[in-house]
């Protein structure tokens, strides 16, 4: 298994570029969700979903798109990067929604908008 | 909404000794989950110990123990024994639809 997997772990964008970050997991969790992390400051939500065609906005949604057409993958798409997006981003997955189930979290992936 | 707060920006230990990490939370709910995950420099998250809101017993895992206090809505982290493998950030975190953090608290092991 390789868990939870980011790609890429580095990038740097220019303001107004789009990209989408990658996520994949081989667990067949049903629970996705993408945090952002800042300097001084926990993990964020972003979005997350609860399965297949399945999305829902967190904390921290705005410039950000999702969507989930397969349980392993949950890309995150930034169709206009902003300065304000610079961050280290992580994916987590778990079995399902219930608040028991452990996170699994990915090793993130360093984002600069210049 | 939760919030989770951390009041400790920095902790600092001697090796070997015990060091208690301090979280405090807001919630409606009288179900829930609470967490806390370190992240090493290699920014990894790693689940330390988990707490269901039900059980009044207090959860461990080795070195690593909760002193879980519902009423206060308090959850503080004892590491007895650090090492210098401890060295890392913890967070604090609350369950709801995704994870909830703190801002997190920096622990620095003195050898």
């Known amino acids: 298994n390789a868990g939870v997997t980011q790609t890429p772990k580095f990038q740097v964008l220019k303001t107004g570029q789009s990209m989408t970050l990658q996520c994949a997991q081989d667990m067949n969790h049903e629970y996705m969700s993408w945090y952002r992390q800042d300097p001084g400051m926990g993990l964020r939500l972003i979005h997350y979903?609860?399965?297949?065609?399945?999305?829902d906005q967190g904390e921290v949604p705005n410039g950000y798109n999702v969507s989930r057409s397969t349980t392993e993958d949950f890309p995150l798409r930034l169709l206009s990067a902003a300065p304000s997006q610079t961050s280290v981003y992580f994916c987590?997955?778990?079995?399902?929604?219930?608040?028991?189930?452990?996170?699994?979290f990915g090793p993130g992936t360093r984002l600069t908008v210049t | 909404a939760q919030t989770v707060t951390q009041s400790q920006p920095e902790m600092s230990v001697q090796e070997a000794e015990t060091v208690t990490l301090s979280c405090t939370y807001d919630?409606?709910?009288?179900?829930?989950?609470l967490f806390w995950y370190k992240q090493p420099p290699s920014r990894q998250m790693i689940l330390v110990i988990r707490?269901?809101?039900?059980?009044?017993q207090n959860a461990t895992e080795n070195r690593f123990s909760v002193n879980f206090q519902k009423a206060a809505k308090s959850f503080s982290l004892k590491i007895s024994d650090s090492q210098l493998g401890d060295a890392a950030m913890y967070f604090c975190?609350?369950?709801?639809?995704?994870?909830?953090f703190g801002k997190g608290t920096h622990l620095i092991i003195q050898p």
């Open positions: 707490q269901e809101a039900y059980k009044q």
């Open positions: 975190a609350y369950r709801a639809d995704g994870l909830t």
């Open positions: 979903s609860v399965g297949a065609g399945i999305t």
């Open positions: 987590a997955s778990s079995l399902g929604l219930a608040n028991s189930y452990e996170q699994y």
């Open positions: 919630t409606s709910e009288s179900d829930y989950y």
